[in-house]
């Protein structure tokens, strides 16, 4: 039986404090409660929002996507107070309240999913403004030595809500695609999120993959080599010096080095503010940027060297953002998503970069690729699974670990190699069986029924071509139009949220 991706439908809505982000919805405990989430690809667990975090704002509930009360749900499993580990780097932190819950994938619909004994906390701290859903395929491991604390470990751990769906063979393999959505694209294009698998509508494929970091916390590695505006001189870039980037959805800023930063301020007239660490933009700045509509090109690759690279534009568009309640800001200040790092822990392309590209995870490989967004009016989607390399239920697919960089034997060059040999030994054959039938003739004046063979090679191993001996595909070099997985392809998605009710944008 072939296992299909799960595909998790936005909430329509488009929620946060430093921009508007396309959220999911999550309902947690038993009957569910519904959130709004932000997807994190560096947290293992989601985040809930504890009703301590909205004692007096205003509207509080409703602007950070709803609150749980996990002593409303009868299935609820305390396991305590511990310390949030993720983003320390970055000067985040505070503490959540642990436990074991049920998690629904999307509001009430006839195929969300529903996973039992899933580790989730709830918190209260403001460093993240929206309720986060970790979906990084690490296990958790609490432990209370010393300060309470939140570690990671391979053994005695609460399990990843990606492996838990895999064992229970909800999905084909522990990988996801995913981008968080550009409002500002045509009509507003929500995120996509697909777990198993990837949505082929949504990018233009790289046919460039990265292998995992060692450090399994900071995985999603690449090197940034030059930072540049599209149509300048290439020896004019605002990145000085090449750095290695951590790619993180949980956050939303791209954090750069003072050097580099200081390039930006020159390049577009930016300004920091040093009460609030950001780069707050006025109106007659706006305007001025919006005129000038500049493009910025992230080349990045593996590391800082190698020539196999890719360019990921991104339009200022991208970089329009507006502050609503954020601390020591204005409210209702536009900004450039633009953070100084005060040490190279801190390089990061978080959120603002994921609404231009596609990110492939691939765990069960080690492996990821980060693609150029494709943006165009009533595309449907085009689901593909990721198989598992030691899958046996899967009938397509790759069976092996694909090359990491650079070009690969595409689907053409595969089917000449195995179709070609078997043609040329069938013309033989038949070459052969005419000479002796000529033969036997002429010296026995007796008759020899010979019938030509044909030979047909099914599709589905190569594609979505049929291949027959008349229609044998030419060699390529390179097919830049494959992606650099051989996925599975014709497998109907199951949609993790249908029928969902109509969700007001935040004010």
Request: overall charge negative.
């Amino acid at each position: 039986m072939e296992i299909a991706p799960v595909v998790v439908s936005p909430s329509q809505a488009w929620d946060g404090n430093d921009g508007p982000w396309s959220t999911f919805a999550l309902g947690f405990g038993t009957p569910p409660q519904y959130v709004r989430v932000l997807v994190s690809t560096t947290c293992p667990q989601p985040w809930a929002l504890d009703p301590l975090g909205c004692t007096t704002a205003p509207n509080c509930a409703n602007r950070r996507g709803n609150l749980f009360y996990k002593n409303s749900s009868s299935t609820w499993q305390d396991k305590g107070l511990y310390g949030l580990d993720e983003e320390l780097n970055l000067g985040y932190g505070g503490n959540g309240n642990f436990g074991l819950d049920s998690m629904t994938l999307g509001y009430p619909g006839s195929n969300a999913l529903t996973i039992d004994n899933q580790l989730l906390a709830t918190v209260a701290t403001e460093d993240f403004y929206l309720a986060t859903w970790g979906i990084a395929p690490r296990p958790t491991n609490l432990t209370k030595s010393g300060q309470n604390s939140v570690t990671f470990a391979t053994e005695d751990a609460y399990p990843s809500l990606l492996t838990t769906m895999k064992q229970q063979a909800k999905i084909p393999s522990i990988a996801y695609g995913y981008t968080a959505g550009a409002r500002y694209r045509l009509k507003q294009v929500p995120a996509s999120l697909t777990f198993g698998g990837y949505d082929a509508s949504r990018f233009v494929p790289s046919n460039l993959t990265f292998g995992f970091a060692d450090d399994n916390s900071r995985d999603l590695v690449v090197g940034i080599q030059s930072i540049s505006i599209a149509g300048s001189p290439p020896d004019q870039t605002l990145l000085p010096t090449p750095i290695i980037s951590f790619v993180d959805a949980t956050v939303s800023h791209i954090w750069l080095p003072l050097e580099a930063c200081e390039a930006f301020e020159r390049a577009f007239g930016l300004v920091f503010d040093a009460e609030s660490s950001l780069y707050l933009v006025n109106e007659t700045q706006h305007k001025d940027l919006l005129t000038r509509n500049a493009t910025l090109v992230f080349t990045i690759g593996a590391d800082t060297t190698t020539t196999q690279t890719l360019n990921v534009s991104l339009p200022y568009a991208a970089f329009d953002l507006q502050l609503t309640a954020y601390p020591n800001a204005p409210n209702a200040t536009r900004y450039f998503p633009l953070r100084r790092a005060v040490n190279d822990t801190q390089y990061t392309l978080g959120r603002t970069f994921l609404q231009e590209t596609y990110l492939i995870a691939d765990y069960e490989r080690s492996q990821f690729s980060i693609n150029q967004c494709h943006f165009e009016e009533g595309l449907a989607q085009n689901i593909r699974a990721i198989s598992s390399p030691n899958a046996t239920n899967i009938t397509t697919g790759p069976s092996s670990h694909p090359k990491p960089y650079g070009p690969h034997l595409s689907s053409g060059v595969i089917a000449a190699i195995v179709v070609v040999p078997v043609v040329i030994f069938t013309v033989l054959g038949i070459i052969l069986a005419l000479f002796r039938r000529r033969k036997r003739r002429a010296t026995k004046q007796a008759s020899c029924d010979d019938s030509p063979a044909t030979t047909t090679v099914a599709g589905s191993i190569f594609g979505e071509h049929e291949l027959h001996e008349d229609q044998l595909p030419l060699p390529e070099l390179h097919d830049t139009a494959k992606d650099p997985w051989e996925m599975d392809a014709g497998i109907a998605a199951v949609e993790a949220n249908a029928g969902r009710p109509t969700v007001h944008e935040m004010e």
